[in-house]
């Protein structure tokens, strides 16, 4: 796994050290991470299929358990295996997380899907109209286009305001065009918030 990230003078806001074995198509390989993330940054992790990379975000997720190791967001401990104590559930963490394939609920429009994750319309109208998409708040997925779907599922993550925003390969499934006009979105947003950013 590579890191890029933007150059920041916040103070850290993640500390982590973290080990966790993992079995890929070459058989078992040690995910070991020791990073210090700061307050707004954006991180984008690189590397081959396999490498660790959404096992990573999962974990940060609380979807996935550590072997060994730490991780403190804003000095509280979200795990810590040495201290043997209960890792923090995935509903106390203020995460947001957009999924590779955007997880949009077909049977809600777009303003219901927003809504759903936190009831504050106010807050989905000025998202919606960030992206471009306040006009499209009553469709429905089926009748979005790809960029559409990954603007609605973008801001489904932001709706909560989270501490951290974790983006697996948010751009993969769309054709080059649509690819480089959403980029501005997936910088845009997480920046007007000051939101800290991990990108796969």
């Not at 993640?14 to 993992?22: A, E, G, P």
């Not at 072997?67 to 804003?74: A, M």
Request: some cysteine; hydrophobic content about 40%; charged content about 25%.
């Amino acid at each position: 796994v590579y890191i890029i990230s933007t150059i920041n003078k916040e103070p850290n806001m993640i500390k982590l050290n973290i080990q966790k074995m993992l079995t890929g198509s070459n058989g078992k390989m040690n995910l070991e991470m020791n990073l210090h993330i700061k307050q707004g940054e954006f991180i984008a992790l690189t590397g081959v299929s396999g490498s660790g990379k959404t096992t990573f975000l999962r974990i940060l997720a609380g979807l996935e358990k550590v072997d060994v190791g730490k991780i403190c967001v804003e000095e509280t401990d979200w795990v810590n295996t040495s201290k043997n104590k209960k890792a923090l559930p995935p509903q106390k963490r203020k995460i947001g997380y957009l999924f590779q394939d955007y997880a949009l609920f077909p049977n809600m429009s777009v303003l219901k899907n927003l809504t759903f994750a936190k009831d504050d319309k106010d807050f989905a109208h000025t998202l919606l109209a960030m992206v471009g998409l306040e006009e499209l708040k009553d469709a429905m997925p089926q009748q979005l286009s790809g960029g559409q779907q990954q603007r609605v599922a973008l801001c489904r993550a932001m709706i909560t305001r989270p501490q951290i925003l974790l983006l697996d390969e948010p751009l993969s499934a769309l054709d080059l065009e649509i690819r480089e006009k959403l980029q501005n979105n997936i910088l845009s947003l997480p920046n007007e918030f000051k939101t800290t950013t991990i990108m796969v």
